[in-house]
């Protein structure tokens, strides 16, 4: 019987596998290629050394409880009230991870009249919340302005009533290109609506003092925009900046928040100190720009493709288990760096994502673009 019950399951797997698509956990190896820790921050003294001070002055490891009952520490709200001044936002909610951010954002702000419009390479967990609303949603063409105001007036001609919420990323996880956030901040404008602006990628490398792309953008009163913790911050969680009346009516109904354990104060103390890091040491965002920009030239220079400009560097080679072999030849030689396939990036652009950290070099950077370049020549037909 127990056959029976797993044999679909198998055959899921089987299928997988043969599209050269079934993934299984790796442990970190080789120089990082990989992670998204921009700034170096993951392993910092400073870091360290907050989570050690604020153990000695009591904090607990747990919450122990959701932020409506016991759970809610005061290095909870001490981090809410910094990243809120910090960003120029008028309040911030601390959430365990991004994707539970946007899964309640979308989920309970977007009312059953409203419209939902996203960029088509949009996080998979806007996809998660948007399932979870009541709210019509539609995907339009990747950064492409005229779509989503196309999009808004079809859904207003055909009697829509409510408000639009627009979705993007300022800086997109697996292509590195930016957002138009200037002309759909004033299409938002236009149409009474939302910009909501994930910040992921962006958040502690670009814009005025780290703060992202949205730094002009943050406070108005229609713009929603998400840090993420676990990525330049060097820690985890997201920070969710919106106006105080849509906040509260997270903390109110969205279900992802009332129900969930709090992230561990913990965690809240050592992201204060990343916020503080970054104001205290913008050496770090320079060295990073340096390399950036020294990676981009490098990248077009030896394998003759154009950089993105950001970090997010990607090499598309569309096989699936092509892209698979020459991640696993770059692996054998020392170098960090994954394949990304389907579902996670579109049908035919599989790809190797290589990030950008000062956890690296310059040689470094210069040796594993000439291994690479060698790894594609060599899998050509």
Same mark, same amino acid.
């Given at each position: 019987?127990?056959?029976?019950?797993?044999?679909?399951?198998?055959?899921?797997?089987?299928?997988?596998?043969?599209?050269?698509?079934?993934?299984?956990?790796?442990?970190?190896?080789?120089?990082?290629?990989?992670?998204?820790?921009?700034?170096?921050?993951? $392993?910092?003294?400073?870091?360290?050394?907050?989570?050690?001070?604020?153990?000695?002055?009591?904090?607990?490891?747990?919450? $122990?409880?959701?932020?409506?009952?016991?759970?809610?520490?005061?290095e909870h709200e001490a981090l809410e009230l910094e990243a809120a001044a910090f960003f120029g936002a008028?309040?911030?909610?601390?959430?365990?991870? $991004?994707?539970?951010?946007?899964?309640?954002?979308?989920?309970?702000?977007?009312?059953?009249?409203?419209?939902?419009?996203?960029?088509?390479?949009? *996080?998979?967990?806007?996809?998660?919340?948007?399932?979870?609303?009541?709210?019509?949603?539609?995907?339009?063409?990747?950064?492409?302005?005229?779509?989503?105001?196309?999009?808004?007036?079809?859904?207003?001609?055909?009697?829509?009533?409510?408000?639009?919420?627009?979705?993007?990323?300022?800086?997109?996880?697996?292509?590195?290109?930016?957002?138009?956030?200037?002309?759909?901040?004033?299409?938002?404008?236009? *149409?009474?609506?939302?910009?909501?602006?994930?910040?992921? *990628?962006?958040?502690?490398?670009?814009?005025?003092?780290?703060?992202?792309?949205?730094?002009?953008?943050?406070?108005?009163?229609?713009?929603?925009?998400?840090?993420?913790?676990?990525?330049?911050?060097?820690?985890?969680?997201?920070?969710?900046?919106?106006?105080?009346?849509?906040?509260?009516?997270?903390?109110?109904?969205?279900?992802g928040f009332i129900y969930s354990t709090a992230p561990s104060p913990l965690t809240a103390a050592a992201?204060?100190?990343?916020?503080?890091?970054?104001?205290?040491?913008?050496?770090?965002?320079?060295?990073?720009?340096?390399?950036?920009?020294?990676?981009?030239?490098?990248?077009?220079?030896?394998?003759?493709?154009?950089?993105?400009?950001?970090?997010?560097?990607?090499?598309?080679?569309?096989?699936?288990?092509?892209a698979v072999r020459i991640a696993a030849r770059l692996s054998a030689e020392g170098f960090d760096i994954?394949?990304?396939?389907?579902?996670?990036?579109?049908?035919?652009?599989?790809?190797?994502?290589?990030?950008?950290?000062?956890?690296?070099?310059?040689?470094?950077?210069?040796?594993?673009?000439?291994?690479?370049?060698?790894?594609?020549?060599?899998?050509?037909?």
């Amino acid at each position: 019987m127990t056959l029976d019950l797993l044999e679909r399951y198998e055959r899921t797997l089987a299928g997988l596998e043969r599209k050269g698509r079934r993934r299984a956990l790796a442990s970190q190896h080789g120089v990082d290629f990989t992670s998204n820790d921009y700034l170096a921050l993951a $392993g910092s003294p400073r870091l360290k050394a907050a989570i050690s001070a604020a153990v000695e002055r009591g904090v607990p490891v747990g919450a $122990g409880g959701s932020r409506l009952l016991r759970g809610n520490h005061p290095e909870h709200e001490a981090l809410e009230l910094e990243a809120a001044a910090f960003f120029g936002a008028e309040r911030a909610l601390f959430f365990g991870s $991004g994707y539970a951010a946007n899964s309640a954002l979308f989920s309970t702000l977007p009312q059953r009249d409203d419209i939902i419009v996203h960029d088509a390479l949009i *996080h998979a967990s806007v996809h998660e919340g948007i399932v979870a609303s009541k709210t019509q949603a539609v995907s339009v063409p990747h950064n492409d302005v005229d779509a989503f105001a196309d999009a808004i007036r079809k859904w207003r001609g055909a009697g829509g009533t409510g408000h639009p919420w627009i979705a993007v990323e300022s800086l997109y996880s697996m292509d590195g290109d930016r957002a138009p956030l200037v002309e759909l901040s004033a299409l938002a404008e236009r *149409h009474d609506g939302f910009l909501v602006i994930d910040e992921a *990628h962006a958040t502690g490398v670009f814009g005025l003092g780290g703060r992202g792309f949205s730094a002009s953008l943050e406070g108005r009163d229609n713009i929603v925009v998400l840090h993420t913790c676990g990525k330049a911050l060097g820690v985890s969680g997201a920070l969710l900046g919106a106006n105080a009346i849509l906040c509260d009516y997270l903390v109110n109904r969205a279900r992802g928040f009332i129900y969930s354990t709090a992230p561990s104060p913990l965690t809240a103390a050592a992201v204060r100190e990343a916020l503080t890091i970054l104001a205290d040491e913008p050496q770090r965002r320079a060295a990073f720009d340096e390399l950036r920009t020294f990676a981009n030239e490098a990248f077009a220079t030896t394998l003759g493709m154009a950089g993105s400009g950001s970090q997010i560097l990607p090499v598309m080679i569309g096989d699936n288990a092509k892209a698979v072999r020459i991640a696993a030849r770059l692996s054998a030689e020392g170098f960090d760096i994954r394949a990304i396939r389907p579902p996670t990036v579109p049908e035919g652009t599989a790809r190797l994502r290589i990030a950008i950290t000062l956890n690296v070099g310059r040689s470094v950077v210069a040796e594993m673009l000439a291994s690479l370049k060698i790894a594609i020549m060599e899998e050509q037909p």
